[in-house]
């Protein structure tokens, strides 16, 4: 496939309004290039990029609907959850490498079928943001603090073995 370059330029932003699909084993966007998600209907995103090579650079869903995934997606830089709802439909969204800072807005909903995204340093939940754990498999409940977690579907859920998990509201 062919990269774009949408990251060869600092702080480049692109808004997206429909679906996304990145047929490109080989993109690696770094963190140059921010990508938002703000349509006001059902948005997919699907990804053939793996492991080290990023599908974005810094993510945000900022939707009045649902943003779900196809396919695993990688982050190089921040994950924010501002509006809406961001489906993993079973996927998982991770960081190339450890570091940035993954944050949810009030009103923000995460439903997490394969965990939470992993390797951000930081978290940051708002009051009024909802996780929920809705995985038919295993799901292990990191040691965070989370505004409200809920637990749903038929899989099992593993507290963190170390830490506190911290809930805000009920």
């Known amino acids: 496939g062919i990269d774009p370059g949408f990251d060869k330029v600092a702080a480049s932003t692109i808004s997206l309004s429909g679906n996304f699909t990145n047929n490109n084993t080989t993109l690696a966007i770094t963190t140059n290039a921010s990508f938002t998600f703000n349509g006001t209907s059902a948005q997919t995103i699907t990804s053939a990029s793996t492991g080290t090579n990023a599908t974005f650079g810094n993510l945000t ?3 009045s609907a649902t943003v779900s995934l196809a396919s695993n997606i990688y982050v190089a830089g921040n994950l924010t ?3 809406g709802t961001f489906n993993e439909a079973g996927y998982t969204v991770t960081r ?5 800072t993954f944050s949810m807005a009030s009103g923000a909903y995460l439903t ?5 995204p992993s390797n951000w340093t930081t978290n940051t939940f708002s009051a009024g943001s909802s996780i929920e754990f809705n995985g038919s ?9 989370y505004a409200t977690l809920i637990s749903s579907n038929t ?9 506190t998990i911290g809930i805000l509201e009920t």
């Open 61 to 63: 869903i900022n939707s």
């Open 81 to 83: 959850i501002t509006a």
């Open 96 to 100: 190339t490498a450890s570091g940035g």
């Open 112 to 116: 997490a079928g394969a965990g939470i």
């Open 137 to 145: 498999g295993s799901e292990t409940i990191p040691a965070l603090n």
């Open 155 to 163: 899989g099992a859920r593993i507290l963190a073995s170390s830490g």
